[in-house]
Nanobody, 121 residues
Framework: QVHLVESGGGLVQPGGSLTLSCAASGSMNIFNVYRMGWYRQAPGKQRELVATTTTRAVTNYADSVKGRFTISRDSAKNTVYLQMNSLKPEDTGVYSC?????????????WGQGTQVTVSS
């Protein structure tokens, strides 16, 4: 069982920056077991992947955020971060943290409660 708590969302002007945090608990060596990721859901749209970091710290980004967002993790704090720069109005949405593990036919997915990011002038 993994418990995820996001923080850091808010209102920011276009071109601004925000850093989201996801504190993980409930499992030993979470980052060595689970792929961690950030997803977002805009009003009226489906949830979409923003960025992931694997157990080997290999990162992957949606094309729409490449060069602007950076995912990182601090194993000592069991925390995953999403640094967001050059924010655009289309980045607005609820950002959720995810922990994912697949082993043979067993899939585990854990989600945080989400944090709202609004980019507006």
């Amino acid at each position: 069982q993994v418990h995820l708590v996001e923080s850091g969302g808010g209102l920011v002007q276009p071109g601004g920056s925000l850093t989201l945090s996801c504190a993980a608990s409930g499992s030993m060596n979470i980052f060595n077991v689970y792929r961690m990721g950030w997803y977002r859901q805009a009003p009226g749209k489906q949830r979409e992947l923003v960025a992931t970091t694997t157990t080997r710290a290999v990162t992957n980004y949606a094309d729409s955020v490449k060069g602007r967002f950076t995912i990182s993790r601090d194993s000592a704090k069991n925390t995953v971060y999403l640094q967001m720069n050059s924010l655009k109005p289309e980045d607005t949405g609820v950002y959720s943290c995810n922990a994912h593990k697949t082993f043979l036919l067993n899939i585990e997915d854990y989600w945080g409660q989400g944090t709202q990011v609004t980019v507006s002038s």
